[in-house]
């Protein structure tokens, strides 16, 4: 048996300590039947135990704890799930076993044919039986049908990891953990401590954020990929989807071009008006026969009121363009 994951490896990925027996039994059918379900590729290998470690709590569980709650006592009468229609405790015979865990007696069934299809030899009567499916190898196994009968590995090549929950979970929920189960055993398996995505993300220049966000995700998916040689020509292959962050460009209000050419006609209209107002009022202290000395006194401040006004709305003028320059900028 070709090892493609160690148990040292499972404990380092793990948050808290595991359940070891569960552990191995998940390790025991991944080393063993992984390369047939092309989960010796080490970037598939980590979407597939990201949900399981998720799913099982790093380990710790490997079937359905009973209450039973509400929803496990109309679990009895779930047509849906291969049970009888009668309260008749099928409910609780075939409540979740393994670490994605098989519920109900259709599921039960159907892991069953998978079985004796895809591994052959002696399969257990787990329909009569549904606790052997918490036997060797049997338990492990049972994740790896669920991988292979949804077609995981189609959207593990992608680093889709929403989509692979959606179709483990049924919605998102635990997608945050999900994540970081991801994280965790990406890193492991590129040789980093599976806290450390802080150094991962500085030696690949990302943002050192310690977030296995969109970016980081995708520069894991990549490493793990290239592990494999020739695995990223493979048109099936691309690296993990970006969540491109669009940049939020806040309005501003600009100065339009038509409001400057209105502002400079119209202090052009006043100097024109004050210095005809001026002049009309010269011509008429002339004709009114005013002393020169008086006439060439008016005639100055007719002339320095309209330099000011022409100063004046060069200056608003100015002003405008500036307010414009600072508004775009």
Not at 1 to 27: H, T
Not at 304 to 323: C, D, F, K, T
Request: charged share 25%; aromatic share 8%; glycine share 10%.
């Amino acid at each position: 048996m070709n090892e493609i994951i160690s148990a040292q490896q499972l404990r380092l990925a793990a948050k808290g300590k595991v359940n070891e027996s569960n552990m191995n039994s998940v390790l025991v059918a991944l080393n063993t039947y992984g390369k047939k379900f092309g989960l010796d590729k080490p970037h598939r290998m980590a979407h597939f135990l990201a949900q399981i470690m998720h799913e099982s709590g790093s380990f710790r569980f490997d079937r359905e704890i009973w209450g039973p709650t509400k929803a496990q006592q109309g679990y009895d009468t779930r047509v849906d799930l291969g049970n009888t229609p009668a309260r008749d405790g099928d409910g609780k015979k075939y409540a979740g076993h393994g670490p994605i865990q098989v519920t109900g007696k259709a599921n039960t069934r159907e892991f069953m044919a998978w079985c004796k299809k895809e591994i052959g030899g002696a399969v257990p009567d787990f329909v009569t039986s549904p606790e052997l499916i918490n036997t060797d190898p049997w338990e492990g196994l049972s994740a790896l049908c669920y991988w292979d009968t949804r077609n995981l590995n189609k959207w593990a090549d992608v680093g889709d990891l929403e989509t692979i929950t959606k179709k483990i979970n049924g919605g998102k929920n635990g997608l945050a953990d999900r994540m970081e189960y991801y994280g965790r055993i990406a890193l492991v398996l590129l040789g980093y401590k599976p806290d450390n995505v802080l150094q991962f993300q500085a030696d690949r220049r990302l943002e050192v954020d310690g977030d296995v966000g969109p970016r980081t995700r995708a520069a894991l998916h990549g490493e793990l990929v290239a592990l494999v040689p020739g695995e990223m020509a493979k048109p099936s292959v691309q690296v993990a989807p970006v969540v491109e962050q669009t940049t939020v460009v806040e309005e501003k209000p600009v100065v339009p071009v038509k409001v400057e050419k209105e502002v400079r006609q119209k202090t052009n209209w006043i100097s024109g008006i004050f210095g005809g107002l001026f002049g009309a009022g010269g011509l008429s202290a002339w004709f009114a026969g005013m002393d020169k000395d008086s006439l060439i006194l008016v005639a100055g401040i007719a002339v320095v009121v309209i330099i000011v006004m022409l100063l004046g709305g060069e200056w608003i003028i100015r002003r405008v363009r500036s307010i414009k320059q600072a508004v775009e900028e």
